[in-house]
């Protein structure tokens, strides 16, 4: 068994045969090289325990485990209840890495001991090609007790975090019970404890965007949105997020209806009004929200399906 390693990186996997491969290659291609590698196979029914055991074989490292499909929260738990590092690197079986990604994130630590969560910029990417990366030049990073800032959003992409081990274990396990935005409800919970944050705008890592039609994902997404901020909301014993977390609890409420607004399309457009009207009632700030149900809602001989199809082109972009 080699000495124990400074970094453990997790990777859940499923059915990820096609793609694993390349990120692992980006592991190994890491300037820093002080790290374990857990490979957590979900119950693939491809051959993503085939090409881990390949890595396996050839370096002492990689490690893989099979277990019966849990979903991603049990598969990062399992790799972090095997893992021995001081820090705990995430890393999604279709994500890669660039190669000082590591190497640059415990620069961060020793510029600022204090930190126990690092993160770095990453760019969208379709396989082969970049698009834009995620933190723009005109906003300041989410440096910092960043507990205001996530209330709001999950502002940090999974695969581009590194978080200290006892920090994980102080705050508990990825939540099994939420099919989306575990990671989002693992920092909300690492910031109600104790966040100190840092990072750099540099983009170190390929998050992958797969083509097609990705309509009900959304819907799906949003809903795992308003159960992460319903549970967080009810758990804070922080008086400066609790606004916070019912107003951003709201907007998410308004957010959903505005996703199953768009479920209604085609099968009942005549409910459309009602669902953007119920979104702005939850949200009033919105005022964009208001004025799209008055859009829907002009009668038809005074142009109301033209302005009619101009939101529901909207909620076909947005939601």
């Known amino acids: 068994m080699p000495e124990t390693p400074l970094v453990s990186v997790v990777i859940p996997a499923f059915n990820a045969a096609r793609v694993i491969k390349e ?44 277990q019966p499909n ?45 930190a126990n969560f690092l993160f770095t910029n990453y760019y969208f990417w379709d396989g082969s090609r970049n698009f834009s990366a995620y933190y723009r030049q005109s906003r300041p990073l989410p440096e910092g007790d960043a507990g205001r800032q996530l209330v709001f959003a999950c502002v940090y992409g999974c695969s581009a975090v590194v978080v200290r081990r006892e920090t994980l274990q102080a705050v508990g396990p990825f939540d099994p019970d939420l099919p989306f935005a575990q990671d989002w409800d693992m920092w909300l919970r690492i910031a109600e404890r104790g966040m100190w944050a840092r990072g750099t705008r540099e983009p170190l890592g390929c998050y992958r965007r797969w083509p097609g039609s990705r309509s009900n994902q959304k819907l799906r997404a949003t809903e795992g949105d308003v159960r992460v901020l319903e549970k967080n909301l009810c758990a804070t014993q922080r008086p400066d997020l609790r606004p916070l977390y019912e ?28 669902a953007i009207w119920r979104a702005w009632r939850l949200y009033p700030r919105r005022l964009k929200w208001l004025m799209w149900f008055a859009l829907v809602a002009w009668p038809k001989f005074l142009g109301g399906a033209a302005s009619a199809r101009i939101v529901h082109r909207k909620l076909i972009q947005k939601y």
């Open 247 to 274: 107003r951003s609890f709201a907007f998410a409420r308004g957010r959903l209806e505005l996703a199953r607004a768009r479920q209604l399309l085609k099968s009942q457009p005549q409910a459309v009004p009602d």
């Open 23 to 66: 990120t692992l290659d980006s592991v190994c291609a890491q300037t820093f090289q002080d790290f374990e590698v857990i490979i957590v196979d979900d119950g693939s029914t491809d051959e993503t325990a085939v090409v881990a055991r390949e890595f396996c074989a050839a370096d002492a490292r990689f490690t893989l485990i099979q």
């Open 70 to 114: 849990g979903g991603p929260s049990v598969a990062r738990n399992t790799a972090v209840g095997h893992a021995r590092g001081e820090w705990i690197a995430f890393l999604d079986a279709d994500d890669v890495w660039l190669p000082e990604k590591l190497a640059r994130q415990m620069e961060l630590f020793r510029e600022d001991p204090r």
